[in-house]
């Protein structure tokens, strides 16, 4: 009778944890595969990388079908694909307080090196990861391959394009904003999310659980290391700090990012350190590739200025803006990443023993005026919503020299190629960073047709194409960058091929991309 002995222990576990306990189980015994979600790493350093899994054999229902006691997961880190040359192991708990998630930091690595790791728990083992370290500090290596990538509304389409990020074999994944949507569609998209919006914490594990169980995105995971930041949708839409766009008071909206991060922190390979503390969490960092690459990874969520120059009765962000006639867009003291993160920013920056200084973040800084003609009418929500803030980060980066910076984004949902100058309304304002925004992995855009109507009035912006989904695949040398924009034929077939729209490269030491092929 394995229900009813399960159920025993069930409620033997309840009662304990009820009494503030929680016990261990010895010999842990799962009514399916553990490893349903898989495995992930991130945030490789030169000794070591953080791996992740959650135990769930059932993505579908609340607790992932595991016993609501604390589960001994055993982890192994070897230098070979079969797991004969183990060189790093440990045991950890996974425990229902945090949704049995595992973030381990494995140590006493050898720097830039492919790794391969497994989890264990009772009888069952997870799929083999495979993963790598950085390059010790100040050596310089020939080269960093990564994806860049953001926005997978799982509604949307199929996850396709993370398999042939896999077959790029890139060494880092970058993700940058919407992990997860909490909303749904009412159209006949080709998936459904089969459940409303998220507000409780249990609601959003499982929405992660839901994402996470798609083979594409698990492949892409357990292929390399990833570093992330996220965007709104990861707790709700166009939120500032704690203000939602939907008129929720407060302390409910607290309530809800509290729910929302630590969810999101359960379901991803990060430090942990990085563990939440109520409604807080750090995940802005910096990310060191030897001697050629810094990433400075933000957060321009959680610390942002709400946003501004609203019609009557709207909140979030808007696009009805004329920013022309809007005088508190230009208030100096609002701010898209908070004054703390602004100065760490700029610390990171000016210390960088960096080739490149790449900024990993969620949203194009480069000026997008939707107004053909005079005037200009931009999306509050994003950079164009924060001029004054954005003017302090390029001034920034020009005034004190900072090395090949290139911003990565996302959000928006198409590819942008731009130049990025401190005035981009000044024709002479010159070139001082190169800006990458990738596509989005599945979320729909606007028809390219809008797209070319206000190309002519944003000339900084070298290259734009809305009408694919897909990623931005990268080779970073001393010498160069170069950006392949990979586009997925369509998302609405699950096996559809992905090609090359267009590549750019940026010279070491000259500002701006320029199209190669
Ligand atoms: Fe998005
Ligand atoms: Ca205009």
């Not at 799929?127 to 990538?149: D, K, M, N």
């Not at 992660?208 to 798609?214: G, M």
């Not at 009805?320 to 230009?330: F, H």
Request: charged share 20%; aromatic share 10%; glycine share 8%.
């Amino acid at each position: 009778m394995p229900n009813r002995r399960r159920f025993l222990r069930t409620l033997a576990a309840l009662a304990a944890a009820a009494a503030g306990i929680v016990p261990t189980a010895t010999r842990p015994r799962f009514v399916g595969d553990p490893f349903r979600l898989g495995v992930a790493s991130g945030y490789p350093l030169p000794g070591g990388v953080v791996l992740w899994t959650r135990l769930v054999v059932d993505p579908r229902v609340p607790g992932g079908g595991i016993d609501p006691v604390a589960v001994p997961v055993r982890w192994e880190v070897a230098r070979d694909e079969a797991m004969r040359d183990i060189v790093s192991s440990g045991t950890a708990a996974a425990t229902p307080a945090w949704a049995h998630s595992v973030h381990v930091l494995a140590s006493g690595l050898e720097p830039s090196r492919w790794y391969w790791y497994r989890f264990t728990a009772g009888d069952a083992r997870s799929p083999i990861g495979r993963t790598r370290t950085a390059p010790a500090a100040g050596v310089l290596p020939a080269s960093l391959r990564f994806a860049v990538a953001s926005c997978q509304h799982y509604e949307h389409g199929f996850f396709s394009a993370w398999r042939h990020v896999v077959a790029d074999a890139p060494d880092l994944v970058a993700f940058l904003g919407d992990y997860i949507y909490e909303g749904s569609v009412t159209w006949a998209a080709p998936r459904k999310h089969r459940a409303s919006s998220p507000h409780t914490l249990e609601e959003y594990r499982l929405r992660h659980a839901l994402y996470k169980s798609d083979p594409d995105l698990a492949a892409a995971h357990a292929a390399c290391p990833w570093i992330v930041t996220w965007d709104d949708h990861e707790v709700s839409n166009d939120y500032a700090a704690d203000r939602p766009d939907n008129g929720m008071p407060r302390d409910a909206f607290l309530a809800r990012r509290a729910a929302a991060y630590r969810a999101y922190y359960e379901h991803m390979p990060l430090p942990p350190e990085m563990r939440p503390d109520g409604p807080a969490m750090r995940i802005h960092t910096v990310l060191d590739w030897g001697a050629l690459a810094r990433f400075a990874i933000l957060d321009g969520r959680q610390y942002r200025s709400v946003q501004v120059c609203l019609h009557e009765g709207q909140t979030g962000g808007s696009s009805t803006a004329d920013v022309d006639d809007c005088a508190a867009l230009r208030d100096p003291r609002r701010t898209m990443l908070g004054l703390e993160q602004e100065r760490w920013l700029e610390s990171a920056l000016a210390t960088s023993p960096a080739c490149w200084n790449l900024l990993a973040q969620q949203t194009p800084l480069a000026q997008l005026d939707q107004k053909p003609g005079p005037g200009r009418r931009v999306w509050t929500d994003g950079w164009d919503g924060y001029p004054v803030a954005r003017r302090r980060l390029l001034d920034f980066l020009a005034g004190q020299r900072i090395a090949n910076p290139v911003t990565l984004a996302g959000d928006v949902h198409m590819f942008i190629v731009s130049d990025l100058k401190p005035d981009f309304d000044d024709p002479a304002s010159p070139v001082v960073a190169s800006e990458f925004c990738g596509t989005s992995i599945t979320s729909g855009a606007w028809p390219q047709e809008t797209v070319e109507r206000v190309l002519p009035e944003n000339p900084h912006i070298r290259f734009a194409n809305s009408a694919f989904r897909g990623y931005i695949r990268v080779q970073l040398g001393p010498e160069r960058l170069r950006a392949d924009l990979r586009a997925m034929q369509t998302v609405r077939t699950p096996d559809a091929p992905c090609s090359t729209l267009a590549s750019f490269v940026v010279e070491d030491g000259r500002p701006g991309p320029h199209r190669t092929a």
